[in-house]
């Protein structure tokens, strides 16, 4: 017996990649596993209330939506089974009978992003830009970017007070004050990793480095998310961006709405798509110099502290003027290189003060200190109490 042709509504705007995308998943399933009729409506302005209705008076067997109109409610009010796969619409609509949301791993997104800055070595502020207001989907890639980003560095926000509506490509969307964006960029210091919520908000981060003469990517580094290519591509320098897996979305919306027909119930009522990749451009593949010279300097200091080097050492090492590598300790860390120096052999001699049972000038002349007086005025200021005391208490506490 030949099996009925299932009446399928796909209403996905398709002009952006993220759109486009879906659709090609929607039919790579439906193409190869499935005899739907497909009524595909790939613009906002084509999916009215009335476009709805019609479809509904001809019979509808499922919908996958990543847009909205009042008339979508009437679909739900019939328990059509319906995928979503635009997260504000599974705000918006909640928890429904024959419904189910596909959405981004957006935790995944803002991981990468961070992964990403932390491979091109040390910087000194991350800063998210959002896109708002308090967009679920911008919120939880902020958390896991700033989660997953070094936690030596300074984190920072750009202010959701600071954006206005803008009528873009025939559509409402939302831009940032230019003005309010270049302050905010100026502040942050350098070099800085910024993480756009998508690729529009990254391309203004760009243009508002332009306007405050801040260098992409040496002094600030941008990273975008959606991989529009034009976007992307148009910019100077390109922008390096994230490409959720859309494609993936479009197709695992399409086998759970098959699910959905064949009378199987969702075990959740959201599915979360992995699959995100990061795609390297322009605006993040230079290694800022001043992160690469405090981080070959921090990578000897490291090895050779406790040997007992001075900042001579290190400028040698590096075959760097003492100025301006102080400079970009400065700058970075917010210390000299001597601190830094300093610091790593006094956190040296408190492990072995707490964790063996050797003499205090012993270990003081193990980790590189020449002159014990000297060491005993240094871990008394930078801890708050004596070798002898922090030895007598932390032993008190380990027994406890």
């Not at 830009?129 to 030596?152: T, V």
């Not at 230019?178 to 910024?194: C, G, H, I, Q, Y």
């Amino acid at each position: 017996m030949k099996t009925r042709q299932r009446k399928i509504l796909v209403a996905i705007p398709t002009n952006g990649p993220d759109g486009r995308l879906r659709v090609a998943g929607v039919l790579k399933y439906a193409n190869t596993r499935t005899n739907w009729d497909l009524r595909i409506v790939s613009s906002r302005t084509a999916f009215t209330d009335a476009e709805v209705r019609e479809l509904l008076v001809g019979g509808l067997d499922g919908c996958i939506l990543a847009a909205y109109t009042p008339a979508v409610e009437e679909i739900l009010k019939k328990r059509i089974p319906t995928i979503l796969v635009l997260e504000n619409m599974h705000q918006q609509i909640g928890k429904r009978p024959n419904c189910l949301s596909v959405l981004m791993d957006n935790h995944e997104i803002g991981r990468l992003a961070a992964e990403h800055f932390k491979s091109l070595g040390r910087f000194a502020s991350y800063a998210f830009i959002p896109a708002p207001p308090k967009i679920p989907w911008s919120l939880e890639r902020k958390a896991a970017f700033f989660e997953n980003a070094d936690k030596r560095s300074n984190f920072f926000e750009f202010p959701e007070s600071e954006f206005e509506m803008v009528n873009m490509t025939g559509e409402a969307g939302i831009q940032v004050r230019t003005e309010e964006l270049v302050d905010f960029l100026k502040s942050l210091p350098r070099p800085a990793a910024v993480f756009a919520a998508n690729d529009l908000l990254a391309v203004q981060v760009v243009k508002a480095c332009r306007v405050a003469h801040i260098k992409v990517p040496t002094s600030l580094a941008v990273i975008g998310c959606d991989n529009d290519e034009l976007l992307c591509q148009g910019e100077k320098p390109a922008l390096t961006s994230i490409l959720p897996g859309f494609e993936k979305a479009g197709f695992a919306a399409a086998r759970a709405l098959d699910s959905l027909i064949r009378g199987k119930r969702p075990d959740a009522h959201e599915l979360r798509i992995p699959g995100a990749a990061l795609v390297p451009r322009a605006s993040t593949t230079t290694l800022p110099p001043a992160v690469a010279v405090v981080n070959a300097a921090m990578d000897y200091i490291r090895k050779h502290a406790t040997e007992g080097i001075s900042t001579s050492d290190v400028i040698e090492q590096l075959h760097i003027s003492r100025s301006l590598l102080d400079l970009r300790f400065r700058q970075l860390r917010n210390e000299s290189v001597l601190d830094a120096i300093l610091g790593i052999r006094l956190a040296a001699v408190r492990d072995r003060i707490e964790k063996t049972d050797r003499k205090l000038l012993t270990i003081g002349a193990e980790c590189g200190f020449r002159n014990p007086d000297y060491l005993k005025r240094l871990f008394r200021k930078r801890f708050g109490m004596s070798m002898r005391t922090w030895r007598a208490t932390h032993r008190k506490t380990n027994m406890q």
